[in-house]
């Protein structure tokens, strides 16, 4: 069983809808838990990136971290095309000098 | 500022054949590290590196070598080329701000061993 299961979708919505996002993970060690998203053929960029439980908004998009059902979450209001990409949930301890552990990914796909 | 720079973007390898894909950052980040991508696999880490002089394994080292001379440079070995070593590469830098640990990623090696 990999640490970190990601839905690898793929996941279709129109314009407009709420998209979620979602993550399980068995390592209860985690702490640190990040959303990257990763436009066609470029590299992962930071999305937002949130510490043990609870929400956090950024914009459209709000993190949520369930630390009790080891369950992390990435929703996304008011979708654009734009957001079409791969979404990877990612996790780690403290000060790991870069070791993330990543989900598989979620392609999402937003049609106008 | 250019980031995390890698080269090449495309390579073909035979399988047997050895190369260095590089990667530099500009950023003065002390932490450096190298993930391979797989359909269906996510990102996994191969090798990553606390500082020049110090590196370590990450989830899938073999076949891979690496060392970190300068707080730049973060050069990822293929001794030995194989089929199964056929991925998209990424090096990454970061560092710790407060609790967080922020990644930069390169734009990828795609590299395929025939």
């Known amino acids: 069983q990999k640490e970190v299961e990601q839905d690898p979708g793929p996941l279709s919505v129109p314009e407009g809808a709420i998209v979620s996002l979602n993550c399980t993970y068995s390592?209860?060690?985690?702490?640190?838990f990040m959303w990257y998203r990763q436009y066609s053929r470029k590299g992962p960029e930071l999305l937002m990136y949130t510490y043990s439980s609870g929400n956090k908004e950024d914009g459209r998009f709000t993190a949520q971290v369930d630390k009790s059902s080891k369950y992390i979450s990435l929703f996304i209001r008011d979708s654009q095309p734009s957001d079409s990409a791969t979404y990877l949930c990612?996790?780690?301890?403290?000060?790991?000098?870069?070791?993330?552990?990543f989900g598989q990914g979620t392609e999402l796909s937003v049609k106008p | 500022n250019a980031g995390v720079t890698q080269t090449p973007k495309f390579q073909v390898l035979k399988t047997g054949q050895s190369m260095t894909l590089q990667c530099a950052q500009d950023?003065?980040?002390?932490?450096m590290s190298w993930y391979r991508q797989d359909p269906g696999m996510g990102l996994r880490l191969i090798h990553y590196s606390v500082g020049a002089g110090i590196t370590d394994q990450g989830e899938v080292p073999n076949g891979y070598n690496v060392s970190r001379s300068t707080t730049e440079d973060f050069p990822l070995r293929l001794l030995s080329a194989a089929p199964s070593q056929t991925s998209v590469y990424f090096c990454a830098s970061s560092y710790q701000q407060g609790v967080y640990e922020k990644l930069f990623f390169g734009s990828g090696t795609q590299l395929s061993v025939l």
């Open positions: 950023m003065n980040h002390e932490y």
């Open positions: 390592n209860s060690a985690f702490q640190y």
């Open positions: 990612a996790m780690s301890l403290y000060n790991q000098g870069g070791k993330l552990i």
